[in-house]
């Protein structure tokens, strides 16, 4: 017997003409600030040109190249620099949304230039919401003044290399990749592990300790300072294989730091500011999850497509009159609806110094995203049948992908259960007392 390699037969009849409008990522767009909406239809117009190539650097664990040609053009390298540095301008809330609708045509593309975008984010919206003196603020007007240049004139892609292996990346130790204070500059040594855009990006963004001569022991968190590294610097290589499950585009290898001698320009922020941005910012390390409500979004789309007869290539066999389909798909729906209703309520309550309160909608946000994508993927393929788990579909990379996101440092679906359970039973500073 043949083997089945492919669902999609050119010769088929053709599908069914689409009825179906899908829903906007952001739910009701009549909600939206008109920047909101012209930045998501931006890469709404985009999205079928990412989606077709999405099959092709999942296949090879390519990066797409050609996708960050399509982003570069239509101006989404600046989208979260200020106007002020000639930049889009889009605050948080309405990066998170383009960055969900940007996922739903390629998760990968999403994931790896949220890297990108949080580098102008750190040096933009989030340092302009914390303490400095004048001079740091000086200091850090002209640095970013530098960085944004580079990425509104010359198109430069920045990327986010934090994750080292260890503790460090769930924020419980110090970064293991050390600065060193020399003359003019510092020099950086050490390894990160997973860095999207590993190779293709322009400059890594590197979270270091800061190593200080007068102290005995190692730095601490305190100590983080976020550096912007040239990937052409001497002492800077790219190592490793990158064969994994899901967000294959990402191209997410290991970098190694070699003594890499960087300018004191190099700053993304003034020292000692990392660590205020990272405990009075938390909804940064929310980022993640918006690829993954666009993954969902894709899935869910796929589906009502699929069991309507209505994907391009596939015999037109409706399957939508079962009750259990129908069944399945309202609770893809219910799951989908109340994964974005979470999503857009953080997106708009993003800012500094969040309340109590806040912070448990955020984490139970995030963790929700992260698991209601990887089980909306599951019930899609589960629903739509055996067909729709060929690779020329695009329902079994969507699951892949949606995979990866739960397991995603800072915030793992565990590490928020860790977070969230404890501020739900202990108010700051209580402590038990010891159990005999
Ligand atoms: C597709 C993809 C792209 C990525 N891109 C980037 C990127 O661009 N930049 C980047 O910085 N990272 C990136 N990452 C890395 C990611 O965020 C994680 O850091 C990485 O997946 C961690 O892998 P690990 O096996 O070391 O994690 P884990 O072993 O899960 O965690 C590492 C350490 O964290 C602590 N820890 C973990 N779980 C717990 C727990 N439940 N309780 C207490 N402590 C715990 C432990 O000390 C543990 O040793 C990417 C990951 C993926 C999958």
């Known amino acids: 017997m043949a083997a089945v390699t492919s669902a999609v037969d050119p010769a088929a009849a053709a599908p069914l003409p689409s009825r179906y409008a899908p829903s906007h990522i952001a739910g009701n767009p009549a909600a939206l600030t008109p920047l909101q909406r012209e930045l998501i239809g931006r890469v709404a117009a985009l999205g079928p040109r990412l989606a077709a190539r999405a099959e092709r650097h999942d296949r090879e664990a390519s990066f797409p190249f050609d996708n960050y040609d399509d982003l570069r053009a239509a101006g989404l390298l600046a989208i979260c620099v200020p106007r002020a540095h000639g930049g889009l301008g889009a605050d948080y809330a309405t990066y998170v949304m383009v960055s969900a609708e940007l996922g739903r045509w390629c998760g990968a593309t999403a994931l790896s230039f949220n890297m990108h975008v949080c580098s102008c984010l750190w040096a933009g919206e989030i340092a302009d919401a914390l303490d400095m003196t004048p001079a740091q603020r000086a200091d850090h007007e002209r640095n970013r003044t530098l960085h944004f240049g580079r990425i509104v004139g010359e198109c430069k892609l920045y990327a986010q290399p934090f994750s080292e292996g260890g503790a460090a990346a769930a924020g419980a130790a110090p970064w293991g990749t050390l600065a060193v204070k020399v003359d003019g500059g510092y020099r950086v040594s050490g390894k990160k592990i997973f860095a999207s855009l590993a190779g293709a990006a322009d400059t890594y963004g590197v979270l270091c300790t800061l190593e200080r001569p007068d102290r005995a022991t190692g730095g601490s968190r305190r100590d ?55 405990s009075r910012f938390p909804h940064m390390f929310a980022t993640l999850s918006p690829t993954y409500l666009g993954v969902a979004q894709a899935a869910y789309d796929f589906t009502v497509q699929y069991l309507r007869a209505e994907v391009p290539g596939m015999p037109p066999v409706k399957r939508r009159m079962y009750p259990t389909k129908q069944y399945a798909v309202a609770e893809m729906r219910i799951k989908l609806e109340a994964t974005r209703a979470l999503f857009l309520q953080n997106a708009r309550e993003a800012g500094v110094d969040p309340d109590k309160d806040a912070r448990m909608r955020l984490y139970a946000a995030h963790y929700t995203i992260m698991e209601n994508a990887n089980d909306i993927c599951r019930l899609a393929l589960r629903t739509c049948g055996g067909q729709s788990m060929l690779k020329s579909l695009p329902l079994e990379r969507l699951y892949r992908d949606s995979r990866c996101g739960s397991l995603m440092l800072p915030w793992t679906a565990e590490l928020c259960m860790d977070r969230l359970g404890r501020e739900c039973l202990y108010e700051a500073g209580e402590r038990d007392e010891a159990i005999e």
């Open 224 to 278: 983080a300072l976020y550096l912007a590294v040239p990937a052409d610097a001497p002492g800077v290589s790219v190592v490793g294989d990158w064969d994994p499950l899901g967000m294959r585009g990402t191209v997410s290898r290991n970098l190694l730091f070699d003594q890499v001698f960087v300018p004191e320009t190099a700053r993304l922020m003034p020292e000692g500011l990392y660590f205020q941005a990272a």
